[in-house]
């Protein structure tokens, strides 16, 4: 979504945008959304291929899973990307080449020394270090070294959030090459309005109490594994209260089987995956939203989608106290913030607001506007414009 909005928003200032990438869904039963500008599906050349492959067949062979023929593919696209895009752009370069860096990407750098054009590298994770701790992986200093390589060599590193910048940084970039260009929104989908009547009674909604909702992906970094005591302890006062999650992931049948365990599955709704063009329409349902990220044992890098879209919403958020949230939210005037793990005080945050429609109505209105002046995809895209002037010549 971060790729899609940011084209489009670079079109709508004006730019023509091509976008080359190795997959345009990640199943062959899902049809591609719309791409804004020209597209280019850059395959892996069959010699690469076959190589992946027969690594597979190997393990397979001997009986062992590991992460190596993916990361080998990783590494050898590399090659098939850089070759393809230099023999398309050759005769008419593009005036910068604008990267979302990933584990082992050294095309960016290739091919913009090979066109003698400005490298802009989007960071939004330290790739290395979330590969070790949330991953598998074959090849942990290749996968550091080759990050470090990428971003020393790119024009300007433009992280979402300061801890990415600090971590650009100290991989050795200098300073003033790196920018924090938070993540943003989409206004004209996410804002505020009426919910839709049609979409509560099709949720089960009707008559029911208070709505909490959680948008997100179902895995461990996400924090999830509190909803079910979160909303134990709201049902004890509130015994209509019903929780919504919008999403999916390896974690949905552990909370299923907790929420069950707690007699409260009843209090839940699972959407599983839907279009992100229908969150917005979600997320107006919600009185509450709230992102519960845990404690971690590394800086918190997030700059965290959920946390815009519900503002953008006029949605009041509870949210943990961590990293650019707290940069974000101040508790009273933005939304509420607790102290990360602590679910007591995330319970308490969100009795408050329930009990109180007007700071609800307040919290929601202020974060709204916030967003609006601030956090959109089409302010991210007027400042990526004004960098780039210092480069295109």
């Given at each position: 979504m971060?790729?899609?909005?940011?084209?489009?928003?670079?079109?709508?200032?004006?730019?023509?945008?091509?976008?080359?990438?190795?997959?345009?869904?990640?199943?062959?039963?899902?049809?591609?959304?719309?791409?804004?500008?020209?597209?280019f599906q850059?395959?892996?050349?069959?010699?690469h291929?076959?190589?992946v492959?027969?690594?597979?067949?190997?393990?397979?062979?001997?009986?062992?899973?590991?992460?190596?023929?993916?990361?080998?593919?990783?590494?050898l696209?590399?090659?098939?990307?850089?070759?393809?895009?230099?023999?398309?752009?050759?005769?008419?370069?593009?005036?910068?080449i604008?990267?979302?860096?990933?584990?082992?990407s050294?095309?960016?750098?290739?091919?913009?020394?090979?066109?003698?054009?400005?490298?802009?590298?989007?960071?939004?994770?330290p790739?290395a270090?979330?590969?070790s701790a949330?991953?598998?992986?074959?090849f942990?200093?290749?996968?550091?070294?080759a990050e470090?390589?990428?971003?020393?060599?790119?024009?300007a590193?433009?992280?979402?959030?300061?801890?990415?910048?600090?971590?650009?940084?100290?991989?050795?970039?200098?300073?003033?090459?790196?920018?924090?260009?938070?993540?943003?929104?989409?206004t004209r989908l996410?804002?505020?309005?009426?919910?839709?009547?049609?979409l509560?009674?099709?949720?089960?909604?009707?008559?029911?109490?208070?709505?909490?909702?959680?948008?997100?992906?179902?895995r461990?970094?996400?924090g999830?594994?509190v909803?079910p005591?979160?909303?134990?302890?709201?049902?004890?006062?509130?015994?209509?209260?019903?929780l919504i999650?919008?999403g999916?992931?390896p974690?949905?049948?552990?909370?299923?089987?907790?929420?069950?365990?707690?007699g409260?599955s009843?209090?839940?709704?699972?959407?599983?995956?839907?279009?992100?063009?229908?969150?917005?329409?979600?997320i107006?349902?919600?009185?509450?939203?709230v992102?519960?990220?845990?404690?971690?044992?590394?800086?918190?890098?997030?700059?965290p989608?959920?946390?815009?879209?519900?503002?953008?919403?006029?949605?009041?958020?509870?949210?943990?106290?961590?990293?650019?949230?707290?940069?974000?939210?101040?508790?009273?005037?933005t939304?509420?913030?607790?102290?990360a793990?602590?679910?007591?005080?995330?319970?308490?945050?969100?009795?408050?607001?329930?009990?109180?429609?007007?700071?609800?109505?307040?919290?929601?209105?202020s974060a709204?506007?916030?967003?609006?002046d601030?956090?959109?995809?089409?302010?991210?895209?007027?400042?990526?414009t004004?960098?780039?002037?210092?480069?295109?010549?």
């Open positions: 971060h790729v899609r909005e940011l084209v489009s928003a670079l079109g709508r200032a004006g730019h023509n945008v091509a976008l080359a990438t190795q997959l345009v869904c990640k199943s062959p039963w899902e049809t591609p959304a719309p791409a804004p500008g020209a597209l850059i395959h892996p050349s069959p010699n291929a076959a190589a492959q027969a690594l597979k067949q190997f393990n397979e062979l001997i009986g062992v899973e590991n992460s190596i023929p993916g990361e080998l593919r990783r590494v696209y590399n090659r098939d990307l850089e070759v393809e895009l230099r023999r398309r752009f050759e005769a008419d370069p593009p005036d910068l604008y990267e979302r860096a990933s584990l082992y050294t095309a960016g750098v290739s091919l913009a020394r090979a066109l003698h054009r400005p490298l802009f590298l989007e960071l939004n994770a790739l270090i979330e590969q949330y991953r598998a992986t074959g942990g200093p290749l996968a550091a070294q470090r390589w990428t971003l020393t060599h790119a024009d590193v433009l992280a979402v959030s300061a801890e990415l910048r600090e971590h650009a940084i100290v991989a050795g970039v200098d300073p003033g090459r790196v920018h924090v260009i938070p993540n943003g929104v989409n996410f804002c505020p309005g009426h919910r839709d009547e049609a509560r009674g099709r949720l089960g909604l009707n008559g029911a109490g208070p709505v909490i909702g959680f948008v997100g992906g179902l461990p970094w996400h999830v594994e909803l005591e979160l909303l134990e302890n709201l049902a004890e006062v509130q015994p209509a209260v019903r999650i919008v999916d992931g974690l949905r049948q552990p909370l299923e089987n907790d929420f069950k365990s707690k409260i009843s209090n839940v709704i699972f959407t599983g995956l839907v279009p992100h063009e229908e969150v917005p329409a979600l107006r349902q919600f009185d509450i939203a992102a519960p990220y845990p404690q971690t044992d590394h800086a918190f890098y997030f700059s989608l959920k946390l815009f879209e519900y503002m953008a919403c006029a949605v009041p958020v509870v949210a943990a106290a961590l990293g650019q949230i707290n940069e974000v939210l101040r508790t009273g005037e939304g509420m913030v607790y102290p793990g602590d679910v007591g005080a995330l319970v308490k945050c969100c009795h408050e607001l329930l009990t109180d429609g007007a700071l609800r109505t307040r919290l929601g209105q709204a506007g916030l967003v609006r601030r956090f959109t995809w089409d302010h991210n895209a007027a400042r990526i004004a960098l780039a002037q210092e480069f295109i010549k």
